[in-house]
């Protein structure tokens, strides 16, 4: 019974592709959110959705598209993907500001 | 941006002995948070903290929330191999519906048996 999972765990592609990675939360929570973890394991925020509603949109590269087809689900649509955006992603979810659980990331690797 | 300082980045240490780790920041923040991260995982809350001044524990976990607002710490006692991982605080500042998390770099544990 994972609470937060995201699919795929592992994404290897080449520089100019466009890739999506999708987050899926059982919890019954009201905000969604997805962080980056870089290689030296500093993760930022990104994104977040309150209610499907976009909330935080952190000066994240307009190639970056977040969409939240429901509270359960928060997608992250990238475009023409760079080699700086190998990092691991990782989407977590809250009810209000309760403590945020996160799912086990999606490790991408741009070739 | 908003920015925590994590202490130390890493330590080495021998099995049962004690930790402690501390965060501080320039800004104030209405939560703070203590998550643990193993490898190929996500981080998972271990403490959060709610009130200035609080002192909470989860088993051998100990954690402070600063009078200030600006700092906080978290002590292990009596560490064990399976504590080794990297550990973050995260400091949330609550207004409207932005609940987002800043954390610090991260304290890397190593316990050698």
């Known amino acids: 019974d994972t609470a937060v999972s995201q699919t795929p765990k592992y994404l290897v592609t080449q520089m100019g592709n466009d890739k999506s990675i999708k987050c899926e939360q059982n919890?019954?929570?009201?905000?969604m959110y997805w962080y980056k973890q870089d290689s030296k394991k500093f993760l930022k925020i990104m994104f977040s959705?309150?209610?499907?509603?976009?909330?935080i949109n952190e000066t994240v590269p307009n190639r970056f598209s977040p969409k939240s087809p429901d509270k359960a689900h928060l997608n992250l649509h990238i475009n023409s993907l760079e080699l700086g955006d190998s990092a691991v992603y990782f989407c977590?979810?809250?009810?209000?500001?309760?403590?945020?659980?996160f799912g086990d990331g999606t490790r991408l690797s741009i070739l | 941006g908003q920015q925590l300082n994590q202490s130390p980045q890493s330590m080495f240490i021998q099995e049962g002995e004690d930790v402690s780790m501390n965060c501080t920041s320039s800004s104030i923040f209405n939560t703070w948070l203590w998550y643990k991260q193993d490898p190929g995982e996500g981080p998972v809350l271990l403490i959060a903290?709610?009130?200035?001044?609080e002192l909470t524990s989860n088993g051998r976990l100990t954690a402070q929330f600063g009078i200030t607002r600006k700092d906080s710490f978290l002590n292990i006692s009596a560490s064990i191999p399976s504590d080794v991982g990297i550990y973050f605080c995260a400091g949330q500042q609550s207004g409207g519906s932005n609940y987002k998390l800043t954390f610090g770099k991260g304290t890397l544990l190593t316990v050698n048996p």
């Open positions: 919890l019954g929570h009201d905000t």
């Open positions: 959705y309150n209610n499907k509603e976009l909330i």
């Open positions: 977590a979810s809250s009810q209000g500001p309760q403590p945020q659980h």
């Open positions: 903290l709610y009130k200035a001044g």
